[in-house]
């Protein structure tokens, strides 16, 4: 069965550093998803992407954040300058239509 | 943001009996609810999801039932099985205008089912 993966599994970094988590979408899906889970609290979204640009971004989604998809098959997100408060779970997903299948995350550690 | 809520933090089911989680929202845009399981260190997986043109969609042991005048759903689990204690995440989407299908998730029900 397809799935969506997402590499690494686990990132620890130091503050002010930059990272990029990387996702594999399901082939044949044509929207693609951030969300990130702070410890204790909601699944939160981030950026959808669609047709090669974002097509919604939340209020967390600043500056520091960017999203691309470099070839056909992987869609990355990028935090520039990481913060403290970005330590979190990152999850990608994916969706043809409604129904979003999503990766089993990135652990991010911000030190 | 409490467009989507989940009331009860916890869920205690005998094996073998219905499992009855619920979830309450808002905004009266959203049209597409789904239910998602979530293991610890693992990412939510989809479980079943329903159109709000419908009040009810069952896949195999998995129901889900749409109140839209009450903007209440719930998903039974019959019969419950030791394998269903997970995370359970209600999400809600809305089309039109500018959004594009984005996901608001509920906080979260922890089911334990008892052999």
């Known amino acids: 069965e397809p799935e969506v993966t997402q590499t690494p599994s686990h990132q620890v970094t130091q503050m002010g550093q930059e990272v990029i988590l990387r996702c594999v979408p399901i082939?044949?899906?044509?929207?693609f998803y951030w969300y990130r889970q702070i410890l204790g609290q909601k699944v939160e979204f981030l950026v959808s992407?669609?047709?090669?640009?974002?097509?919604?971004k939340s209020e967390i989604f600043d500056d520091q954040f960017s999203v691309e998809r470099p070839d056909g098959s992987n869609f990355t997100l990028k935090i520039r300058s990481t913060k403290l408060e970005d330590s979190a779970m990152y999850f990608c997903?994916?969706?043809?239509?409604?129904?979003?299948?999503f990766g089993p995350g990135t652990r991010l550690l911000v030190l | 943001d409490q467009q989507v809520k989940q009331n009860s933090p916890s869920l205690s089911v005998q094996e073998g009996r219905i499992s009855i989680l619920n979830c309450d929202y808002t905004?009266?845009?959203?049209?597409?609810f789904l239910w998602y399981k979530k293991y610890p260190a693992e990412g939510p997986t989809f479980l079943i999801s329903?159109?709000?043109?419908?009040d009810k969609n069952e896949d195999g042991r998995f129901t889900v039932f749409l109140n839209k005048s009450a903007k209440h759903l719930s998903l039974h689990i019959v019969p419950s099985q030791p394998g269903d204690s997970a995370v359970y995440f209600c999400?809600?989407?809305?089309?039109?205008?500018?959004?594009?299908?984005?996901?608001?998730f509920g906080q979260g029900t922890i089911l334990t089912v008892h052999p």
């Open positions: 329903i159109s709000s043109i419908k």
């Open positions: 082939s044949n899906h044509l929207y």
């Open positions: 992407f669609y047709n090669n640009e974002i097509s919604e």
């Open positions: 905004n009266s845009m959203f049209d597409y």
């Open positions: 999400a809600a989407s809305a089309t039109g205008g500018t959004s594009y299908g984005k996901l608001t």
């Open positions: 997903a994916s969706s043809d239509w409604r129904t979003q299948y």
